[in-house]
């Protein structure tokens, strides 16, 4: 998995429990990696499973939420950083119609070792779409989390069904809804 996400995660820890705890979670999960992460590199996504299980007691949450709300901050951080795959775009619908054809490929052709998920567009209507999400590393959560933040990030009031296709939770299917606009296009920036 790309460090990006790795590198994320440790400052999302940090923004939630402080550069002191966030460090003692990293001590205490014993990485092969040292928990020492460049945002270029590739490391095993279990690394991340374990430094999210360990979190749950000091952040107060179970997996699956810490799961979410990185997958939140993630895009928020991701949209700071890439700001051109979101220039043009005036709603979620629109982006996340360009992930697998658009992002997704940009990153294959920058890293071709890259592994990023699947992650099919059917559009229903202007303000509905079905996402195909399927990935071995089963981090529904964390897309979850991602399919939330672009709603804020678009000022976009979403309604998310999500069904998983198979137990393993490799395979999910994502019905987003755009309720309504909340608000004028800002952007929010990871907290």
Known sequence: MKGVIFTTFLNFLETELGPENSEKI??????????????????????????????????KLDAQQISQKFGNYLFHSLANKYPRHITGKS??????E???????????????????????????????????????????????GLIEGAGEYFSEQLQIVRKTIDQSGTQEVFTVIVQHKIKPHRGRKPT
């Open 26 to 59: 990293i001590t205490q999960a014993t990485l092969n990696s040292g928990g020492a992460y460049t945002t270029v590199g590739f490391y095993d996504h279990k690394e991340l499973m374990r430094l999210i299980t360990l979190s749950s007691s000091e952040l």
């Open 98 to 144: 360009t992930i697998n054809e658009v992002i997704h490929e940009e990153v294959n052709s920058i890293y071709p070792d890259a592994k990023p998920p699947e992650i099919r567009c059917e559009r229903i209507n202007s303000w509905a779409a079905t996402l195909h999400y399927q990935s071995y590393r089963c981090l529904g959560d964390v897309m979850h």
């Open 91 to 96: 709603s979620c619908m629109d982006l996340f």
